[in-house]
């Protein structure tokens, strides 16, 4: 038999030896999606059977060929998501923080790969490539989080790619060293807020993080309206919100639920005198000459002093803060109820405390260790 046609149009011979002489052999490339080559042979009893076979496949791989032109790339697919599915139910920031990720480190290398042509090995590839590039395990695994999102979406709802297909962005990564956030003990609190470096701003500031645990954009967008003192509560109702790139604005608080927190007396104490000549409307840390949240970075250079004049640990941040206060009142507080507990500093479940607020304490391990000795040692037992 002669060369066979393989310019996608296929070959229609007549057999003209051996057992099937006399029958027509239809034979064909079909190039599947992966880009891997497939060579399809079959006999007919005649030559119109034969061509009818060829007709179909190429009919199909015209099908093929136009679906997969009309099909999105994984660049024009994160693209379609950021400006019409994501707003529906995602901040505005984190939308920009996923589309800078995806442009610096993905869109050159993979967004041009249509949604079903990608695969484990390209992936793999290209995270260690990125990691070659000097990337750091935490930032791999948020680009991770973001393309397997993505094409989870494109599975379903979305149906972009076929129900079948396996996420090809979810591979296990190495699991980046968490940071060891810190938390103090009741007197180490104490210590902090009364230290005699501290400026009366300084001190209120402070207090506010560890006596109130409130968040630094509820802290930052504070007035002295909001504290109520009459009431000895604290209304969060705002913070600044800083998007990507850098640019801050007022909205509702983290989860765009308004609370209460309560304000103990030593807090009213040391806030009441400095908020005292204030306007209801005025921020107590304004922008230099005009009433408006000073910028984020600002904000933490009044930070760095506090900590230096209150002897705080050098790596200690506001979120430590937030979470010393959580952790005592978990720890050492039994009488506050968890519910309570979560309506005052603003977490929509309960388990989030559990899971990210909670550390060993001293004061509440003699605690236990009292009570054990109490139980245990006693005649009864």
Same mark, same amino acid.
């Given at each position: ?6 310019? =996608? ?10 057992? =099937?002489?006399?029958?027509?052999? #239809?034979?064909?490339? @079909?190039?599947?999606? &992966?880009?891997?080559? %497939? ?8 030559? !119109? ?8 496949? *190429?009919?199909?791989? *015209? ?92 599975? !379903? ?19 980046? !060293? ?17 230290? &005699?470096? @501290? ?16 968040? @630094? ?5 504070? !007035? ?33 639920? %308004? ?6 007396? %030593? ?43 209150? #002897? ?31 309506? =005052?500093?603003? =977490? ?34």
């Amino acid at each position: 038999m002669g060369t066979r046609a393989d310019n =996608h149009d296929g070959s229609c011979r007549e057999v003209l030896t051996g057992k =099937h002489a006399g029958k027509w052999r #239809g034979q064909f490339n @079909l190039r599947g999606q &992966k880009g891997l080559k %497939t060579r399809i042979s079959r006999l007919f009893s005649t030559k !119109t059977e034969a061509k009818s076979f060829l007709h179909d496949l *190429r009919r199909g791989v *015209r099908i093929e060929n136009a679906r997969r032109s009309r099909e999105l790339t994984l660049g024009e697919w994160f693209d379609w998501l950021a400006e019409n599915d994501w707003p529906e139910s995602i901040e505005a920031s984190t939308i920009g923080y996923r589309r800078g990720r995806f442009r610096k480190y993905i869109q050159r290398l993979m967004g041009h790969i249509p949604l079903s042509r990608i695969d484990a090995l390209q992936v793999r590839a290209v995270f260690k490539r990125l990691r070659e590039d000097g990337a750091s395990e935490s930032l791999l695994i948020a680009i991770k989080s973001d393309l397997v999102r993505a094409f989870n979406q494109a599975i !379903t709802p979305y149906q972009r790619v076929p129900m079948t297909s396996a996420n090809p962005f979810r591979l296990p990564l190495a699991q980046a !060293t968490p940071r060891q956030a810190t938390a103090l003990t009741p007197g180490q609190v104490r210590a902090a807020v009364v230290a &005699k470096r @501290l400026s009366s701003s300084e001190r209120a500031m402070l207090a506010l993080f560890f006596l109130a645990g409130l968040r @630094l954009g509820e802290v930052m967008a504070i !007035t002295a309206g909001q504290i109520r003192l009459d009431a000895d509560l604290i209304v969060i109702d705002r913070a600044v919100r800083v998007e990507f790139g850098g640019k801050q604005s007022v909205g509702l608080p983290k989860g765009k639920k %308004t609370r209460t927190a309560v304000m103990c007396r %030593t807090l009213k104490a040391i806030v009441a005198p400095f908020i005292a000549e204030m306007a209801p409307e005025q921020y107590l840390w304004s922008a230099e000459g005009q009433n408006k949240p000073r910028m984020k970075k600002r904000i933490y250079d009044v930070w760095k002093g506090i900590r230096a004049a209150a #002897g705080l640990p050098p790596d200690m941040s506001p979120h430590d803060c937030r979470l010393t206060h959580i952790n005592i009142i978990e720890k050492l507080m039994p009488n506050v109820s968890v519910s309570t507990l979560k309506e =005052h500093v603003g =977490h929509a479940a309960t388990g989030v405390t559990e899971a990210n607020y909670t550390r060993p304490i001293s004061t509440a391990q003699s605690i236990l260790r009292d009570e054990l000795d109490r139980i245990f040692a006693s005649e009864d037992a």
